[in-house]
């Protein structure tokens, strides 16, 4: 059964922001010679891994509601350089738009169940073609 994970997106303003912030993570790493492949570091291990990797996604909170999400690849646990045991959310690089759901703020990551998840802009028949500004208030007027 396919389980997602979310979290707040700190520092992004917006779905382009966060865009801006993986390409320019790529390319360190492309220019220090490391595989490129996103990811997001988290101090805690999900303990229901194979539900994630059965399909889940990082569901991101950007500006108080969930707007995008991104298809989990892996999760890998590592030990960082003081002691620290910690965890690498490997993700696909590309993002996907979902209709916005609001979230309050809260610290960390989160289980998501897939029934609670919201839907692809692009199944719901469009708006991933549409300005983030504009998507967000025809959201606001619940015209998307």
Not at 101 to 107: A, I, L, N, V, Y
């Amino acid at each position: 059964m396919t389980l997602h994970l979310l979290k707040l997106c700190v520092g992004a303003e917006s779905i382009e922001d966060l865009q801006a912030s993986i390409d320019f993570r790529l390319s360190e790493q492309r220019a220090r010679g490391l595989p490129a492949e996103p990811f997001h570091t988290t101090r805690m291990v999900p303990t229901r891994k194979d539900e994630l990797l059965d399909g889940g996604s990082l569901y991101w909170v950007i500006k108080g509601a969930i707007q995008v999400r991104q298809r989990l690849v892996d999760i890998r646990p590592f030990t960082d350089g003081a002691g620290v045991k910690r965890c690498h959310l490997v993700l696909e690089p590309l993002l996907h738009p979902t209709r916005p759901q609001p979230r309050r703020p809260f610290q960390g990551w989160r289980y998501l169940k897939a029934e609670d998840a919201p839907a692809d802009l692009k199944r719901l028949g469009g708006g991933s073609d549409i300005p983030e500004a504009m998507r967000r208030e025809l959201a606001e007027l619940c015209l998307i």
